[in-house]
């Protein structure tokens, strides 16, 4: 007996049509997974995005969290200024210059330097005080001033003029080999472009020549004699700015006259610099080569 039947032979033939063009059912399978794997994906996508968004709230918290912190920072620092003479270490000029010049007693009186170190108080980012300051009464300290020139004839009239060290690229290399038997570095406009190499090396230390520092010029006769007897100063990573003033043999009224120069000058300079507050000194320390910090007003 047949299970065939005339009744089902529709029916097989539109099976076998079906199973030979399957394309007929991809689109509805195709709709039918979309929809999941769209949800998932936008579920993904608002996952991520909440990650990114809880992250950035976090960085913002840490930024007004150190926001605060500066200001709070910067609020004690400004009030400690005002109150800068209100310490035990404070003694009036004349005195803790007699106490220095006791500690200097016994020491060979071209070693006895007194220096000037004044506190700097200024927001994070504010260009860092530097500049130079030619005092009433020299030092008669022991300057050493280097010139880098490729002109020869300028070279020339640098060692006339003074100079103790005179080169161009040989120069340069003396000072990569870490030789530096200098305290004073001026150069040419020719040079410049050569001294990128050693700016490391000498940047550091206050000697890298710069137009904008006024240490770089054609006329090196007038450079070296206006550089002879100026001190540079230039704040440090502490925030303070050091400065010799005075030998402990000067007279009174000398250092006087030195001390005064100096603390005008750095704070012209820090009036220069542009900052959304300007920029407030703070203790200003006397001290000698072997004697303490002494807390004085200038």
């Known amino acids: 007996m047949s299970f065939r039947s005339s009744a089902s032979l529709p029916v097989?033939?539109?099976?076998?049509?079906?199973?030979?063009?399957?394309?007929?059912?991809?689109?509805?399978?195709?709709?039918?997974?979309?929809?999941?794997?769209?949800?998932?994906?936008?579920s993904s996508g608002n996952k991520a995005s909440s990650k990114q968004i809880a992250a950035?709230?976090?960085?913002?918290?840490?930024?007004?969290?150190?926001?605060?912190?500066?200001?709070?920072?910067?609020?004690?620092?400004?009030?400690?200024?005002k109150r800068a003479l209100d310490?035990?270490?404070?003694?009036?000029?004349?005195?803790?210059?007699?106490?220095?010049?006791?500690?200097?007693?016994?020491?060979?009186?071209?070693?006895t330097t007194l220096t000037m170190t004044v506190r700097v108080i200024a927001d994070n980012g504010v260009q860092a005080l530097a500049g130079s300051v030619r005092l009433p009464k020299g030092l008669d300290t022991d300057q050493r001033i280097a010139v880098?020139?490729?002109?020869?004839?300028?070279?020339?009239?640098?060692?006339e003029a003074g100079a103790a060290v005179v080169g161009g690229e040989d120069l340069i290399e003396q000072v990569k080999n870490g030789v530096i038997d200098f305290n004073k570095a001026l150069a040419t406009p020719d040079i410049l472009a050569k001294l990128g190499p050693i700016?490391?090396?000498l940047g550091p230390k206050g000697l890298m020549p710069s137009a904008r520092r006024g240490t770089v010029s054609n006329d090196?006769?007038?450079?070296?004699?206006?550089?002879?007897?100026?001190?540079?100063?230039?704040?440090?990573?502490?925030?303070?700015v050091s400065l010799p003033v005075a030998k402990a043999y000067f007279t009174d009224a000398e250092i006087v006259k030195n001390l005064i120069v100096a603390i005008d000058t750095v704070r012209e300079t820090a009036n220069k610099i542009q900052s959304k507050r300007p920029i407030v000194l703070g203790q200003t320390t006397l001290s000698s080569t072997h004697?303490?910090?002494?807390?004085i007003d200038v």
């Open 87 to 111: 310490t035990q270490l404070f003694l009036d000029t004349a005195t803790a210059i007699r106490y220095l010049r006791a500690a200097e007693v016994g020491h060979p009186a071209e070693s």
């Open 199 to 201: 700016a490391r090396v």
């Open 148 to 159: 880098f020139t490729l002109n020869p004839e300028l070279a020339a009239a640098a060692k």
């Open 56 to 81: 950035q709230r976090e960085r913002a918290l840490a930024q007004a969290q150190i926001k605060r912190k500066e200001q709070k920072r910067m609020a004690r620092l400004r009030l400690e200024a």
């Open 291 to 295: 004697g303490p910090g002494i807390v």
């Open 12 to 42: 097989l033939q539109c099976m076998a049509a079906r199973a030979l063009k399957p394309q007929t059912i991809a689109p509805t399978l195709v709709r039918a997974y979309a929809k999941p794997a769209a949800a998932a994906a936008a």
């Open 220 to 240: 090196i006769v007038k450079l070296i004699g206006d550089s002879i007897g100026v001190i540079d100063f230039r704040q440090r990573s502490i925030a303070t």
